[in-house]
């Protein structure tokens, strides 16, 4: 789905459930669905106030608790208490997590978006949703080493 077309579906489901669609939302759908760094709210929070300084913390959170509602965000918690949002790839898939800068990327490959359907019929479970993170050390943390 094009980026155009993702925003005016999420608009539609805001308008659909009553909330306006304010130039800071905008702000807020803009940058989850072209973010591929699975932001967190305060991260999102500070891009956006950069541009409209008298926006509250609750109007990110209230539409993040909407978009994730409609299941629009793809919210990954761990167990620090962080939590961070992927809006540009809504569906479970697979994650590599750098345990030192915690940078989040999508890895590409079928493989592994093809595990959890398979470990699911092998032993006979119905599937409700899957998570795959992989946590090891990126390539920058790993040049800061050698440093």
Not at 9 to 20: E, F, I, N, P
Not at 75 to 99: K, M, Q, W
Not at 122 to 128: E, F, P, S, T
Request: with cysteine.
């Amino acid at each position: 789905m094009e980026a155009q077309e993702r925003f005016e579906t999420l608009v539609s489901k805001l308008k659909m459930h009553g909330y306006r669609l304010t130039p800071q939302r905008a702000s807020i759908l803009k940058i989850f669905i072209s973010s591929r760094d699975h932001p967190s709210v305060e991260q999102i929070y500070e891009q956006v106030k950069e541009k409209f300084p008298m926006m509250s913390l609750a109007t990110v959170y209230k539409t993040v608790a909407l978009l994730k509602e409609e299941g629009e965000l793809l919210e990954l918690g761990f167990a620090n208490g962080s939590t961070h949002y992927d809006g540009y790839r809504p569906y479970p898939h697979p994650h590599l997590i750098c345990v030192r800068c915690h940078r989040i990327i999508d890895p590409e490959g079928k493989d592994l978006d093809q595990l959890s359907q398979d470990l699911a019929e092998k032993y006979g479970y119905r599937l409700v949703t899957h998570r795959h993170d992989i946590f090891g050390i990126c390539p920058d943390c790993l040049a800061l080493e050698g440093s």
